[in-house]
Nanobody, 123 residues
Framework: QVQLVESGGGLVQTGGSLRLSCEAS????????MGWFRQAPGKEREFVAA????????YYADSVKGRFTISRDNAKNTVTLQMNSLKAEDTAVYYC????????????????WGQGTQVTVSS
């Protein structure tokens, strides 16, 4: 079992930056691939970014590629999503997720989820 807690969300103006963090506890963190997903009002949850168990591989949605960066520190049991050049369409609740095996853009493959943190981008 893995427990995940996100932090770092808030209100930011268009073009600004935020850094989201996800702290994990429970099962050995280094065994899990990690992902970030987001969900806006009236829309389905969508993939944002993912990272392999050792941080050696990353994958990004086209909508955030070049603006967002995912990283992890297994010694600290944390995953970070650095978000730059934020746009209004980035407004959503952001969720951290974990799974055994290879990282994936499919939310159904992730067994463990955090509570979410709100990101609001204003113009």
């Amino acid at each position: 079992q893995v427990q995940l807690v996100e932090s770092g969300g808030g209100l930011v103006q268009t073009g600004g930056s935020l850094r989201l963090s996800c702290e994990a506890s429970g099962r050995t963190f280094s065994w899990y691939a990690m992902g970030w997903f987001r969900q806006a009002p009236g829309k389905e949850r969508e993939f944002v970014a993912a990272i392999s168990w050792n941080g050696g591989s990353t994958y990004y949605a086209d909508s955030v590629k070049g603006r967002f960066t995912i990283s992890r520190d297994n010694a600290k049991n944390t995953v970070t999503l650095q978000m730059n050049s934020l746009k209004a369409e980035d407004t959503a609740v952001y969720y951290c997720a974990a799974r055994e095996g290879i990282y994936s853009s499919d939310s159904s493959r992730y067994a463990y989820w955090g509570q979410g943190t709100q990101v609001t981008v204003s113009s």
